[in-house]
């Protein structure tokens, strides 16, 4: 009797055993198997200023993605009132920008003042209204608190060099919205600059 039940508590201590390896090997498989099937995925940014902006290039910056013009005006001289032209398709929704002549001067950042000639037209007239060549030329702080220009200055001149001439498409949600500051712009009008950069004055 002893000896069968000396057995039998063998055998249990074997089954136990058994199981229990069984358990932690399955237990093993399942967790290497989880962490092997996961991956991680890391995705890098470059960001340009936007004063690389030329031909149909997409530049980002530190405001987001801007696109080239689609169809920009003619780039002229440098120093002589330019010749906008607005194009007759669909006005764009996001901000678009190109150099149209590529200065060699300093490049303009947030906090410098700058200096420049300007000629705006709307697509709500499809002709130049207002024209800083006709008077003085215009000083601005870039990406003042409180703000000194509209948001799309603030964005689209930032990289834009002294020497150089940019045209800037601005849709109304960074202009002047739903709001018609003046003759020759409408309500939710999308803008047409095209600016000349005279001069810098860094505050660094």
């Given at each position: 009797?002893?000896?069968?039940?000396?057995?039998?508590?063998?055998?249990?201590?074997?089954?136990?055993?058994?199981?229990?390896?069984?358990?932690?090997?399955?237990?093993?498989?399942?967790?290497?198997?989880?962490?092997?099937?996961?991956?991680?995925?890391?995705?890098?940014?470059?960001?340009?200023?936007?004063?690389?902006?030329?031909?149909?290039?997409?530049?980002?910056t530190a405001v987001g993605?801007?696109?080239?013009?689609?169809?920009?005006?003619?780039?002229?001289?440098?120093?002589?009132?330019?010749?906008?032209?607005?194009?007759?398709?669909?006005?764009?929704?996001?901000?678009?920008?190109?150099?149209?002549?590529?200065?060699?001067?300093?490049?303009?950042?947030?906090?410098?003042?700058?200096?420049?000639?300007?000629?705006?037209?709307?697509?709500?007239?499809?002709?130049?209204?207002?024209?800083?060549?006709?008077?003085?030329?215009?000083?601005?702080?870039?990406?003042?608190?409180?703000?000194?220009?509209?948001?799309?200055?603030?964005?689209?001149?930032?990289?834009?060099?002294?020497?150089?001439?940019?045209?800037?498409?601005?849709?109304?949600?960074?202009?002047?919205?739903?709001?018609?500051?003046?003759?020759?712009?409408?309500?939710?009008?999308?803008?047409?600059?095209?600016?000349?950069?005279?001069?810098?004055?860094?505050?660094?």
């Amino acid at each position: 009797m002893q000896r069968q039940a000396k057995k039998r508590q063998n055998i249990r201590r074997a089954v136990i055993v058994g199981i229990v390896a069984i358990v932690v090997v399955a237990s093993a498989a399942y967790f290497f198997s989880g962490s092997s099937g996961t991956t991680t995925t890391t995705s890098t940014t470059t960001t340009t200023s936007a004063a690389s902006t030329s031909g149909n290039t997409t530049t980002t910056t530190a405001v987001g993605v801007i696109k080239p013009v689609a169809d920009p005006s003619p780039a002229g001289k440098f120093g002589t009132a330019p010749t906008v032209v607005v194009p007759t398709t669909p006005a764009p929704t996001s901000l678009e920008v190109s150099d149209l002549i590529k200065g060699s001067g300093p490049a303009a950042k947030a906090g410098d003042t700058l200096k420049v000639e300007y000629v705006l037209a709307t697509y709500s007239t499809h002709k130049v209204i207002q024209s800083s060549w006709t008077s003085s030329a215009f000083s601005f702080k870039l990406d003042a608190n409180p703000e000194q220009v509209i948001t799309g200055w603030d964005e689209g001149m930032v990289g834009m060099r002294v020497g150089g001439r940019r045209e800037l498409i601005i849709p109304p949600s960074l202009g002047y919205g739903d709001t018609s500051p003046g003759t020759g712009i409408a309500k939710n009008d999308t803008l047409v600059f095209v600016v000349d950069l005279l001069k810098i004055t860094s505050t660094s």
